[in-house]
């Protein structure tokens, strides 16, 4: 069965830092999308950046980008010049049919 | 509809009786998915649909949780006889299927507390 292991369950970084939440996979699939999502206090979940398997260039979302280690089952965001509004749970996911997630990073960004 | 809708956003029940949490989808989506999420915890997957077919119940708790969906649209939620363990928030999302589209689009959630 596919796991998604995400080993930080709280960061607190200050504001305009970069921050790397990092996020492992386990799969016998070659071919998949990788997620991210933030839900703020609100709980409204919105996807924040997202990844194909069979891609091998990182994505990128303005202040948001991966490091995609396929071979590693590695999939870690990095958010540079940090926001008070980035402050939120970050949960990674996994999708073959259904979408696996992660257990979430709560990430606080000190002014 | 503009996005996943869900309803009751807060609902308060008694220990034994029977709630009903309803989503209404993104229209087109043919995918459908409720997630389970405890205090401060992770998404827990139960249920995902595609069109009104139930591939993979294999999240559901217990027999005491049952869900459908009806015209490839609406979906509901039932739990029979609530436990306190019960409590939490229950998310729903949409997607299109196939391999070109990926993303889940959330509603805002039924908040569930089991007295």
């Known amino acids: 069965a596919q796991t998604v292991t995400q080993s930080q369950p709280e960061m607190s970084v200050q504001e305009a830092e970069t921050v790397t939440l990092s996020c492992t996979y386990d799969t016998s699939e070659s071919n998949y999308y990788l997620f991210w999502y933030k839900q703020p206090p609100s709980r409204q979940m919105i996807l924040v950046i997202r990844q194909e398997a069979y891609k091998q260039q990182n994505a990128t979302e303005n202040r948001f980008s991966v490091n995609f280690q396929k071979a590693a089952k590695s999939f870690s965001l990095k958010i540079s010049d940090s926001q008070l509004g980035d402050t939120a749970m970050y949960f990674c996911?996994?999708?073959?049919?259904?979408?696996?997630f992660g257990k979430g990073t709560r990430l606080h960004i000190l002014p | 509809g503009a996005g996943v809708s869900q309803s009751p956003s807060n609902k308060v029940t008694e220990k034994g009786k029977d709630v009903e949490l309803r989503c209404d989808p993104i229209?087109?989506?043919?995918?459908l998915y409720w997630y389970r999420q405890s205090l401060g915890q992770g998404l827990e997957f139960l249920i995902y649909f595609q069109g009104n077919s139930a591939p993979d119940k294999s999240g559901l708790p217990s027999d005491r949780f049952s869900a459908e969906r009806t015209g490839g649209s609406v979906s509901t939620l039932t739990i029979q006889r609530t436990q306190q363990e019960d409590s939490a928030v229950y998310l729903c999302a949409s997607s299109l299927m196939g391999l070109a589209v990926g993303e889940l689009f959330f509603g805002e959630g039924s908040r569930l507390t089991v007295l």
């Open positions: 996911a996994f999708r073959d049919d259904k979408i696996i």
């Open positions: 229209s087109g989506h043919t995918a």
